[in-house]
């Protein structure tokens, strides 16, 4: 249990700062995104840098357990799928990046998920319950 505490206190925050990002910069997220459907060169090292956290957690955390540390586990197989995705197709994910960012009810829904994994992750990696 201990490293599911070490992992969940790593992406939880981070999930959070990342849906507050998203939440607080909604109207400016297409101009941000946007430059990624020029340069699939960037999904490609994004997709490198994910599939290597998402093997960083499996490693470590592989555990199929019937509590909430198997989301630990499901997250780093999400992240290694997530990774494979955007190394094997960077340009259809360029093309599908410039159209996420268009939708801002589909960046805030996003957050708001982020948002509340990242929370249930964050409190359960800090609390000693």
């Given at each position: 249990m201990v490293t599911s505490k070490v992992i969940a206190g790593l992406i939880g925050p981070t999930f959070v700062?990342?849906?507050?990002?998203?939440?607080?910069?909604?109207?400016?997220?297409?101009?941000?995104?946007?430059?990624?459907?020029?340069?699939?060169?960037?999904?490609?090292?994004?997709?490198?840098?994910?599939?290597?956290?998402?093997?960083?957690?499996?490693?470590?955390?592989?555990?199929?357990?019937?509590?909430?540390?198997?989301?630990?586990?499901?997250?780093?197989?999400?992240?290694?799928?997530?990774?494979?995705?955007?190394?094997?197709?960077?340009l259809r994910l360029a093309a599908m990046a410039g159209d996420f960012s268009q939708s801002s009810n589909m960046v805030a829904g996003v957050a708001v998920v982020l948002l509340a994994v990242g929370a249930f992750l964050s409190f359960k990696a800090y609390t000693s319950i």
């Open positions: 700062a990342v849906a507050a990002a998203l939440l607080l910069n909604l109207g400016s997220v297409s101009a941000v995104l946007e430059p990624l459907s020029r340069n699939p060169a960037l999904v490609l090292i994004y997709g490198i840098f994910l599939f290597v956290a998402g093997l960083a957690i499996v490693r470590f955390h592989n555990r199929w357990a019937a509590n909430w540390s198997v989301l630990v586990t499901i997250l780093g197989w999400l992240f290694i799928v997530g990774g494979l995705v955007r190394m094997l197709f960077p």
